[in-house]
């Protein structure tokens, strides 16, 4: 009988090893924005658009706060509304792996579990950045300081998706998304 308890933990072991394996990031080596100043980062994010996600399905009027943790961590704490206006909100911890580069975080919504996040390119201002995911191609969003962008800036950011291999035309932006009704 000891055998057999022991064999199932041994086989419970296993499953579970593997399923922690399956969960690591597989990100492809990617390129971020240089020299990116945490400091300067932190603060509130609206989103302007985004590829969906299902953690994200029916949400609009998304918006971010980060805030730097006295250990050099990134608290997160994200909020939006559904189509009957009832907030939701998600809180998140981040990191940088490399303390050189901040361009490179992970973030952990359900530890001890972490995903990727990129920040591609950012204005020299921090008033738009353009952010992907771990997976790839998968997660994109664009950020920005004020919840709209002119024409222009979103037209140039949107230019830098595509020339990373993101495909744009799934983008689904706020302003759309904050009237269901449309």
């Known amino acids: 009988m000891n055998g057999w308890l ?19 990031s597989f990100s492809p080596k990617v390129e971020t924005a240089k020299n990116v100043d945490i400091n300067k980062y932190m603060g509130t994010w609206f989103e302007i658009a985004r590829l969906e996600t299902p953690f994200q399905r ?6 971010a706060e980060y805030k730097l943790s006295g250990d050099g961590s990134v ?5 939006a509304e559904d189509k009957d206006g009832r907030k939701s909100f998600a809180s998140a911890r981040a990191y940088a792996p490399d303390s050189d580069d901040f361009s490179k975080l992970r973030v952990s919504f359900f530890r001890p579990f972490y995903t990727d996040y990129f920040i591609l390119e950012i204005d020299p201002d921090y008033q738009w950045a353009l952010v992907g995911g771990g997976g790839g191609k998968k997660y994109l969003w664009i950020l920005s300081r ?16 595509q020339s990373r291999g993101y495909d744009t035309t799934k983008l689904l932006y706020n302003s759309a998304l904050s009237n269901p009704a449309q």
Do not use: H
């Not at 029916?58 to 918006?63: A, L, P, T």
């Not at 608290?75 to 909020?79: F, R, V, Y």
């Not at 004020?146 to 998706?161: G, M, Q, V």
């Open 6 to 24: 022991f064999l199932k933990f041994l086989l419970f072991f296993a499953c579970f090893a593997a399923f922690l394996y399956a969960c690591r």
């Open 146 to 161: 004020t919840p709209e962008l002119d024409d222009a800036t979103l037209n140039k950011i949107i230019t830098l998706a």
């Open 58 to 63: 029916g949400k609009f009027n998304s918006k």
């Open 75 to 79: 608290s997160i704490l994200n909020s």
